[in-house]
């Protein structure tokens, strides 16, 4: 084996072993720095739940495309062709004869519409756009608008644009609360790794005066702070899973009494994966700031 | 080997402990540095082993101007040497077989290559035997001759050494110095920092004699 992958294989097995060697030491930390990093994961993931919340709400994402009362049928298809090269989009059309129909089953209207000498509603398409974005559904409905016999282009912006505010309100406030915790990482690495420097004094002179290099000295606490951090990122996730299992069914029932059904997603892997390489990186970091400044006392 | 030119260390607040030294070391000599507390044996053991650097002067150690030498490349000079203290700088939290590996680690060793090499280097002072023990278990003389397996383990061109018989009985210190006299009669050059006789009169006058910091 070549020096540099056993010096590094070596760097950690110390580290594993200096994790194992203060179990309850180890778990207070993990436990430190998997709370710290379950708040913002599971603002995370109650965002992206809302988020699919506010994809799968009906119609409030929909644009309603109003032909002119005396477009063509050869007009009402040409309008058809241009939404169907819209590719991202489900396109339904409602035929004017089809919402009178509509109409007349209300109750309310029934004698109002029996009134009417002819049909005044015009031909329609509901459309619903792949991408909810208010700037595209707000571009998209100005396109539309300019089309030839389009009377009228509807969205209900207003409702996706306070939507879409919440959810960026809800991301700043996550990543804010991601930032304050992931600096607890870093100071909780920190302080860990400054007592093991001091405890592991002896051997950082005795192995400086024998010939160790700074990387020799410093890749143990590097590797102890990344597993560390990862090992908290991973207990973050069980803790948001665990949450989240908990919150299942009540969730459900509360959807349940709206009339439809509501099933929260838990992470990815990837997403799990994300977590705890973020919690190595900050753990990384936490260690690298601590050694230097612990290093110094020995120079 | 070592070639020392006006040598000059003055520490922080005026104190001189050396002052303007010359001399020049052969390769597979064995020298001894002497002199009485305080006359600078410490501090030219610590020049030469990089520990410290020099006020002014030049040091050359093996053709490198050790006076010139980035921090990055210190590290790789002392693995040049084998380096053994009065208090012998021992790990007390592992066996003596780990505190010998020590040094083959920091080399890059598997730790297989490791562990036999650290083995024949115990079973040459002599403590083979004593491999699993911790430093603390073992006697002063043992300890100083596990010192010593620590140092020539990764076979240095220099051994280095700053009063290693200055806490011994006079059998350990004996068994001490005949150690140091193999490695030096299989090539190894050996510099001493002493002030006991017993190395004087081994060394038959390769001695550097200083006073308050004065090569005499």
Redesign the interface.
Known sequence: MNPWLSQHRAALGLALRRLWATPFNTLLSLLAIGIALTLPAFGYVALDNLRELGRSASGVQQISLFMEVGATKAEVAAIENRLQALSTAKITFVPRDEALKRLKKSEEMTEIVASLPRNPLPDAFIVDPADTAPATLEALRQEMAGWPKVAHVQLDSAWVKRFDAFLRLGKLAVLMLAGLFGAGLVAVTFNTIRLQVMAQAAEIEVARMIGATDAFIRRPFYYFGALQGALGGLLAALLVLGALHLLATPIGELAALYGGSFTLHAPEGSEVMLLASLGALLGWLGAQLSVSLSLRSFD | MIVASNLTKRYPGGYEALRDISFSIDAGEMVLITGHSGAGKTTLVKLI?S?ERPTSGSLVVNGQNLSALRR?AI?????HFG?IFQDQ?????RSALDNVM??L???????KDAIRRAQAALDKVGLLAREKANPIALSGGEQQRLAIA?AVV?RPTVLLADEPTANLDQESAQDILELFADFHRVGVTVVVATHDQAWVEYCQGNVLRLDHGRLI
């Open positions: 082993a520990i990055s590290p790789y000079v002392r693995r380096l700088k021992l790990l007390f939290d020590l040094p680690h920091i080399a890059g060793l598997s730790h620590r990764n």
